[in-house]
């Protein structure tokens, strides 16, 4: 009898460590997906540079610079960021960012809000998603099907 219930247990541990994996698979993805969206969300809110020609200034580096950047060190850790080395220019003294100049403004340039609003506009969408998409996998090895 006690092999049975050893059986019955390992059956049981090794279904919930396939379950763990799995729904742990699918969030993840999930979290990939919602995070791909942002980017193309706020990338279709983000202003393009329309003055006069600077030099070393692309007009559309701003959109081209918001990306995910995956965390090395865990997989449920994803960023979207904005800015980056293509839009960071030096000045006499210092490297000017103009992708936070834009979100946030200077003393010389009034602020031009398009990551922080489109990200927490979307915020309760993304959550609700993950929710979704985990609470599905978990029903998938409910006894209550």
Request: aromatic share 8%; proline share 6%.
């Amino acid at each position: 009898m006690s092999t049975e219930r050893e059986t019955s247990l390992e059956k049981f541990r090794k279904l919930t460590d396939q379950m763990k994996q799995q729904v742990h698979d699918e969030a993840i993805k999930e979290l990939h997906a919602q995070a791909d969206d942002l980017v193309e969300t706020i990338k279709s809110v983000t202003p393009i540079y329309r003055g006069p020609p600077l030099p070393d200034v692309s007009p559309g580096a701003l959109r081209d610079s918001v990306r995910v950047v995956p965390d090395s060190s865990k997989d449920y850790i994803v960023r979207v960021v904005a800015g980056g080395t293509s839009t960071q220019h030096p000045t006499g003294w210092s490297t000017f960012n103009y992708a936070r100049a834009v979100e946030f403004g200077t003393h010389e340039m009034k602020a031009i809000p398009f990551f922080f609003p489109t990200y927490r506009l979307r915020k309760k969408s993304i959550i609700a998603a993950m929710k979704r998409r985990i609470t599905k996998n978990i029903k998938q090895y409910s006894a209550e099907k």
